[in-house]
């Protein structure tokens, strides 16, 4: 079974310019998080969907980040314009199951973006 | 705000020893805790899920316990080796399977 998908895997862009991730989760799973991760730090959520909704997104900095999950299956998360603070490893994440029931989440290879 | 710490932020360690990396969380309220493996430039890669109902998960050499009233964890890696070596997270679920994770600790096994 194939596991979680990102694209691309590195990214290196000037600020102000636009930038696009692609996830596709695991077939069959209803939730799909954004994690973005800091050199040195943990990662944070930024978006959480279920199905093609999204149910948390309080962490998203909606003036310059979107996201959309069109059917409720792969998921693309934008930046428009990019700033140096940016730079990143952009990680998807899915799960089988939704609210109130959590279960073990799994992880893709992450995109690292450098802005310039 | 759940705050998650893990100590120590680093380990060196020879290879054959069994270690034990330490977790801590602020809130109790979790459903789960799930330690993860994370190799340089990779993604993470699950090691051990744990539900708030138990208290202890076995794989191979790793065993993770967890005591929530306390809000600890830990993770116990018998006779390391030097594949072993990666930074190690540890993450507690709210409502909704979103995850708080620590900062991880960096893990590096000699020969």
């Known amino acids: 079974e194939a596991g979680v998908v990102q694209s691309p895997r590195y990214k290196i862009i000037e600020k102000k310019q636009p930038v696009a991730f692609w996830c596709n989760p695991i077939?069959?799973?209803?939730?799909l998080y954004w994690y973005r991760q800091n050199l040195g730090q943990g990662p944070e959520l930024l978006i959480r969907?279920?199905?093609?909704?999204?149910?948390?997104d309080s962490q998203l900095p909606k003036d310059r980040f979107s996201a959309e999950r069109l059917k409720g299956v792969d998921s693309t998360l934008k930046i428009q314009p990019a700033e140096l603070g940016d730079s990143a490893v952009y990680l998807c994440?899915?799960?089988?199951?939704?609210?109130?029931?959590?279960?073990?989440?799994?992880f893709g290879q992450g995109t690292r973006l450098t802005v310039v | 705000k759940q705050e998650v710490t893990q100590i120590p932020a680093a380990l060196s360690v020879p290879e054959g020893e069994n270690l034990v990396l330490n977790c801590s969380f602020t809130?109790?309220?979790?459903?789960?805790l799930q330690w993860f493996r994370q190799d340089p430039g990779k993604g993470l890669t699950s090691l051990l899920l744990?539900?708030?109902?138990?208290r202890e998960q076995t794989s191979g050499r790793l065993n993770a316990s967890l005591d929530k009233s306390s809000g600890r964890s830990t993770l116990y890696i018998a006779d390391s080796q030097p594949g072993d070596s990666a930074t190690y997270l540890c993450?507690?679920?709210?409502?909704?399977?979103?995850?708080?994770f620590g900062k991880g600790t960096s893990l590096l096994v000699t020969p």
């Open positions: 744990i539900q708030s109902s138990q």
């Open positions: 969907y279920e199905n093609e909704e999204a149910v948390d």
């Open positions: 809130d109790s309220a979790i459903y789960n």
């Open positions: 077939s069959g799973h209803n939730t």
């Open positions: 994440a899915s799960s089988p199951e939704g609210t109130g029931v959590t279960t073990e989440a799994f």
């Open positions: 993450a507690v679920a709210r409502g909704g399977g979103a995850l708080n």
